[in-house]
């Protein structure tokens, strides 16, 4: 197979966000999430509370669960949740997040993980009363970025793109326009975990409803 070149972040983002968007889903994800049920999968620590409904994978995250690994605060914590698919090689995964966020760091997105060492989350995150675009790199010891997103309370689009030794990740408020939010290194060829993602680390938890779950090729 001919190399890929990795093209311009922004250029990326501008080209090919409304052609991925509609890609038809490989891998057994079936039409475009507009004809389709939300795709099937398999959890990592499962809810107590959750259905699929149509288009959309509805869920409740159960009360003291995150992901975390040892940075500023020093422990481990490995019992949120992830409604996950099997995927290897390069991808592009698109996924519409809606949540009822009330509590300090209630948290729903997107993550990819190989193993409880090494993966990534992004998605809303609750902090000082206010919803923030959040992303988490984890290589043994976990990091966060983090930004606010004011007085928005509507759904927010994830984007992540993984290409070569790295993944991409941007968000959107209309499910058009997107907006690059970080790029990191991520072992590449290796099979991970893919899909959505929540938790509810202080609170008593919250309700989430995932929709418009898309797997597709990575840009060209």
């Not at 972040?9 to 509609?22: D, Y």
């Not at 966060?144 to 793109?161: C, D, E, H, V």
Request: charged share 20%.
């Amino acid at each position: 197979m001919a190399s890929r070149v990795l093209i311009s972040r922004r250029h990326f983002f501008a080209g090919a966000a409304a052609a991925s968007l509609s890609l038809a889903v490989p891998n057994g994800f079936g039409q475009p999430a507009e004809a389709a049920p939300f795709p099937a999968g398999a959890w990592l620590n499962a809810p107590r509370i959750w259905r699929r409904e149509g288009t959309s994978l509805i869920v409740t995250a159960d009360p003291k669960t995150d992901f975390w690994r040892k940075t500023f605060y020093g422990y481990i914590t490995d019992n949120g949740h992830i409604y996950y698919r099997r995927l290897s090689g390069e991808f592009t995964t698109t996924l519409k997040v809606t949540g009822q966020y009330h509590d300090l760091y209630d948290q729903a997105g997107l993550m990819v993980r190989l193993d409880d060492r090494s993966w990534m989350k992004c998605g809303v995150e609750f902090v000082d009363g206010a919803p923030h675009m959040s992303v988490v790199f984890t290589r043994d010891y976990s990091d966060w970025s983090t930004f606010t997103l004011g007085n928005y309370r509507g759904p927010l689009w994830l984007k992540i793109a993984r290409q070569k030794d790295s993944l991409d990740v941007s968000h959107s408020l209309n499910g058009k326009d997107f907006v690059e939010d970080r790029q990191g290194y991520f072992p590449s060829d290796q099979l991970v975990m893919v899909g959505p993602m929540c938790a509810a680390p202080q609170g008593k938890g919250f309700r989430v409803r995932f929709e418009d779950w898309i797997v597709g090729p990575a840009p060209e």
